[in-house]
């Protein structure tokens, strides 16, 4: 079935992923968001191993790293690899993808055992800890919820923490949020930048007493952690970053309301469209 373009993008909960894609591609946006009376077109699982391990590994960080919070759920005290065969039933690895899985156990510990050690010499610096938080804002940039409401309030932006902690230090107050990436390690923060400037903004808008945010991400594969460069002040969140978003936002709207136009590039050889993508053919 054809789907006509979008014309209302109001009630779009918009993500860094999903603005990303609407605009790099309008043909992929359509593909995988269609609008809802419009059967989802069937998703090819091309490149999704990656995506498959990926879950498997972030839900076995999660477990371990909610040990000692009040979100614990490894009650049972389940091993890194006992955890990541549960994680590969659940997201449903293939035997090969599930021996890729298990060669992160070694990278997984190292993180896990810096963190806690992290966590015992912060103490009760350490305010709030937080494993994959759901965090949504409107687009005044005041807190809302992450999913709709009852009565069809929508969030404008939303997305999810794999780890932050809200941190108070002498007289400073900060955020830090780190993000697991499966993917091959890089030397800086730097190709993460959009994803980074549109957390540190709902941090502000979820915690206005804070002075800074802090953006960190872990490579699973290696333990490995990179921060950003420079931490991010309040006053550059909300003078800079503030209308950055909503800048790119819009960007993203008129986007997919004047195009569906499949536009290829270096990210098609990780697009689960592929089969069905008219430019590849
Ligand atoms: S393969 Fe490339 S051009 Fe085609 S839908 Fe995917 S991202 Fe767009």
């Not at 389940?78 to 549960?86: A, F, W």
């Not at 994680?87 to 156990?105: Q, R």
């Not at 699973?220 to 990179?226: M, Q, R, Y």
Request: aromatic share 12%; glycine share 4%.
């Amino acid at each position: 079935m054809e789907i006509p373009l979008i014309v209302d993008t109001d009630n779009i909960i918009w993500s860094h992923s999903k603005v990303d894609i609407a605009l790099s591609c309008p043909y992929k946006y359509y593909s995988q968001y269609p609008p809802a009376k419009y059967k989802k077109s069937p998703s090819f699982r091309v490149s999704a191993g990656e995506g498959r391990i990926g879950s498997a590994v972030h839900s076995t960080l999660e477990t371990l790293l909610r040990v000692g919070t009040p979100m614990a759920r490894n009650k049972t005290r389940y091993t890194t690899k006992e955890l990541l065969m549960r994680g590969a039933i659940k997201h449903e690895l293939t035997l090969s993808e599930m021996h890729v899985a298990l060669e992160y156990i070694g990278g997984i510990d190292r993180f896990v055992q810096r963190h806690f050690s992290w966590r015992e010499r912060l103490g009760n610096r350490i305010k709030h800890l937080m494993v994959e938080k759901k965090v949504g804002i409107s687009k005044d940039f005041t807190p809302s919820t992450f999913w709709p409401r009852k009565d069809k309030t929508y969030p404008w932006f939303r997305m999810a923490w794999d780890l932050a902690s809200y941190v108070v230090n002498k007289d400073l107050t900060s955020i830090n949020i780190l993000d697991h990436k499966t993917g091959a390690p890089k030397d800086s923060t730097d190709s993460y930048e959009d994803q980074c400037r549109s957390y540190a903004v709902a941090a502000l808008v979820m915690y206005p007493d804070i002075d800074y945010v802090q953006f960190q991400v872990h490579y699973p594969a290696t333990g490995e952690v990179i921060s950003r460069e420079n931490t991010m002040s309040k006053e550059e969140i909300r003078d800079v970053m503030y209308p950055w978003l909503k800048e790119r936002v819009e960007k993203a709207c008129t986007s997919i309301k004047t195009s569906q136009e499949a536009r290829k590039d270096w990210y098609c050889n990780y697009c689960n469209f592929k089969p069905t993508c008219p430019t590849l053919r």
